[in-house]
């Protein structure tokens, strides 16, 4: 399984702002995934992520207020643009792809909180 | 349209007592199908899967779930409870081999496993 890392783990920001999230895995993965979750609810896609080519987003998230990065095939950046309350919430990246049979593997998250 | 329901918001077994949670799908196919586990303030850990062959599969920390193709259920089921099992569980589904390996994830289910 691959080994996932998150930077910042948590952040408060203020409204208006932009944070720029990290995810770095610890081997070569095809697929990368971003997901959005409130604390102990579900998990929301936001965008699917493939190296040398533009990110997929999910219906009701766009390009301009969450712009994804994947320069190469073991690292990522989401940013979430131009902050409010409601963008409070956890991010968190996995990886998984044909390789691992569908099964995805987690990073541990980065909780947000925008004032 | 595919779906994944988990109709018990918590679940609560004394410990050493037999558990079970309960997950029914909607997808069209042969779906791969997921379980997943949340402790607090961390990412999600893959806990077992089913694409093909045994009905009964056997997963980490004890785990196992029974694929049922004509219930279209996949009820995750430990013989006797920790009170380390203590979690927020996820049930998930992909569609089948598909080129996008997109998850679909139900909306959890808090187990609360008392001494």
């Known amino acids: 399984s691959a080994v996932i890392s998150q930077k910042p783990s948590r952040d408060i920001c203020q409204r208006g702002t932009s944070l720029t999230i990290q995810c770095q895995v610890d081997?070569?993965?095809?697929?990368m995934f971003w997901y959005r979750q409130q604390p102990g609810q579900s998990l929301t896609l936001i965008a699917t992520a493939n190296q040398g080519s533009e990110a997929t987003y999910e219906s009701g998230f766009v390009i301009d207020k969450f712009p994804i990065s994947r320069p190469n095939l073991t690292f990522s950046t989401l940013t979430v643009s131009n902050m409010s309350p409601e963008d409070s919430s956890i991010y968190l990246c996995?990886?998984?792809?044909?390789?691992?049979?569908?099964?995805?593997?987690f990073g541990p998250g980065t909780r947000l909180t925008v004032l | 349209a595919q779906s994944v329901a988990q109709p018990e918001d918590q679940v609560n077994v004394a410990e050493g007592n037999p558990l079970t949670v309960k997950c029914t799908y909607s997808?069209?196919?042969?779906?791969?199908l997921f379980w997943y586990v949340q402790y607090p303030n961390r990412g999600l850990q893959f806990l077992l899967k089913y694409i093909t062959g045994d009905n009964l599969v056997k997963g980490s920390y004890g785990f196992e779930a029974e694929f049922n193709k004509s219930q279209t259920s996949f009820h995750l089921k430990k013989p006797s409870a920790l009170v380390s099992d203590s979690a927020l569980y996820f049930c998930a589904v992909t569609p089948g081999y598909s080129s996008a390996s997109k998850i679909i994830f139900g909306s959890g289910t808090r187990l609360s496993i008392r001494p």
């Open positions: 997808v069209s196919g042969n779906p791969y």
């Open positions: 081997s070569q993965v095809t697929m």
């Open positions: 996995s990886v998984g792809d044909r390789v691992t049979l569908g099964v995805q593997y």
